[in-house]
C-alpha cells in the first residue's frame, strides 16, 4: 500500500484497505478526452492541476426523470399522478463532474484533495 500511496500524493491515507484498492483501480481506469488523448483520470487530473485550470462541481438531477411531453399527453391523470409522486419520491442523484467531464466520485474526492493541498 505504501507504493499506491505514493502515487497519489497521500490521498488514500486513513481509508480502508478494500476503499483505497477501489479508489486507486477507478483512478487507473483509462478515458478518451477531448482531441482524442487516452489517459488514466489521474493523470488527467494531475495534468489539469499542474496547467491551472483544475475545476470541480456537482450536478444534482433527479433519480427519476419527468415524462417527456408526448408521454405526458398521452398519460391520463392517475398515471401523471403516479409519475410525480414516484418522482417526489425517488430522490436526487448527484454526479461528480472534473472539468466537465464525468468521471466519478474517487476522481472527484482527489481533484478536491489535491486543490485542498
Known amino acids: ?3 499506491q500511496n505514493s502515487s497519489v500524493e497521500g490521498f488514500l491515507l486513513g481509508k480502508p484497505p478494500r476503499l483505497a484498492a477501489l479508489a486507486l483501480k477507478t483512478l487507473e481506469k483509462r478515458y478518451r478526452f477531448e482531441g482524442g488523448v487516452v489517459c488514466s483520470a489521474q493523470v488527467r487530473v494531475r ?3 499542474e496547467g ?3 475545476e470541480i462541481s456537482t450536478l444534482e438531477e433527479p433519480r427519476i426523470k ?3 411531453v408526448r408521454q405526458f ?3 391520463t391523470v392517475v398515471a401523471q399522478d403516479v409519475h410525480n409522486e414516484r418522482m ?3 430522490g436526487i442523484l448527484v454526479t461528480y463532474l ?3 467531464s464525468e468521471l466519478g466520485k474517487a476522481s472527484y474526492d482527489y ?3 489535491l486543490l485542498s493541498k
Open 1 to 3: 500500500m505504501k507504493d
Open 98 to 100: 472534473v472539468n466537465g
Open 111 to 113: 481533484a478536491k484533495f
Open 88 to 90: 417526489k419520491n425517488g
Open 47 to 49: 495534468s489539469l492541476l
Open 52 to 54: 491551472g485550470t483544475l
Open 66 to 68: 419527468p415524462m417527456r
Open 73 to 75: 399527453n398521452r398519460a
